[in-house]
């Protein structure tokens, strides 16, 4: 294993636009933390563009896995959880350079979770939730059972996530076994589900109550950026414009139907405006936080 750091120490060194370099072990064999190889190097890299490389290689018969990225895809990951393991990469990984102390900070900033990130964690779950929950419901409506089983599951990972991210925990590391001991009352809903001897149907209709109840409860605080980027002016948004926000942006998150349940929940206003292109007197919907 030191020849191996030793090896990518050198041979990265002097490297134009390095910032820093980190090697994480896979702890078991069959582990999916670095799809499966011995080692990940998680090679960060500043050349003025986006950068997403993979490379296999083997060294003194470990396979690696090589991950070149760039800052901002680095914080993309970090923020909007497209790739949930980096969370973990970053907290077990053995940081072998660091030009500037950049990945120690990023690394710091994890571990104290601030309200900034809780934020946007929380606003991406949420919106997952209520996706695959509405989605469950519909499912369920039109007789596709299983497929109602498969999203209720997904929307009930996301309530969980939510609920610990609220605690100050980062949902990517264990999920279940940290859940029992924050709040058994979703670990139940979840052994409701996955083991109870009632009826397929049956368990999927107990999970959309509890689901339903939770909508009502974490919509408001699960949205927090989403109102204070709507509260940071006073003309209304229109969805390109939340869409591309920097804020948002990094969350890969499509606002529409969020958008819409907090309209019919009398949280934001939507004013309809006229269209700058004069589109056949088409008006364009926007968005403001509501009066009160």
């Not at 896979?26 to 986006?50: R, S």
């Not at 925990?169 to 996955?194: D, F, M, S």
């Not at 950026?225 to 990094?250: K, M, Y």
């Not at 998150?253 to 949280?267: A, G, M």
Request: proline share 3%; charged share 25%.
């Amino acid at each position: 294993m030191e020849h191996i750091k030793a090896h990518f120490a050198y041979n990265y060194r002097d490297e134009p636009g390095l910032i820093g370099l980190a090697i994480v072990e896979n702890p078991y064999p069959y582990n999916p933390l670095i799809d499966g190889l011995d080692l990940l190097v998680l090679h960060l890299l500043d050349k003025g563009g986006k950068i997403n490389r993979t490379e296999h290689v083997q060294i003194e018969s470990k396979r690696v896995l090589v991950r070149t990225i760039d800052p901002q895809s680095l914080d993309e990951w970090v923020s909007g959880g497209e790739n949930r393991n980096i969370i973990e990469w970053l907290v077990r990984g053995e940081i072998l350079m660091d030009r500037d102390g950049y990945l120690g900070s990023v690394r710091e900033r994890l571990l104290q979770f601030p309200d900034t990130m809780r934020e946007q964690k929380r606003f991406t779950e949420f919106a997952g939730f209520l996706r695959t929950y509405l989605q469950a419901k519909q499912d369920l409506t039109d007789g596709n059972l299983l497929d109602a089983y498969s999203h209720v599951l997904t929307a009930l990972h996301h309530w969980a996530h939510i609920v610990l991210i609220e605690e100050g925990r980062h949902p990517e590391l264990t999920v279940w076994k940290q859940l029992k001991r924050v709040h058994p009352g979703i670990y139940k809903l979840y052994e409701e589900l996955t083991v109870s001897p009632e009826t397929l149907e049956q368990r999927v209709q107990l999970v959309l109550l509890g689901c339903e109840f939770s909508v009502m409860n974490k919509m408001k605080t699960s949205c927090s950026l989403l109102f204070q980027i709507l509260a940071s002016r006073e003309e209304p948004w229109s969805i390109a414009e939340l869409q591309s926000h920097s804020s948002i942006d990094v969350l890969h998150v499509d606002l529409s139907l969020i958008l819409q349940k907090l309209v019919k929940r009398e949280y934001i206003r939507e004013v309809a405006v006229m269209n700058e292109l004069n589109d056949n007197g088409a008006l364009e919907l926007r968005y403001m936080i509501a009066n009160g």
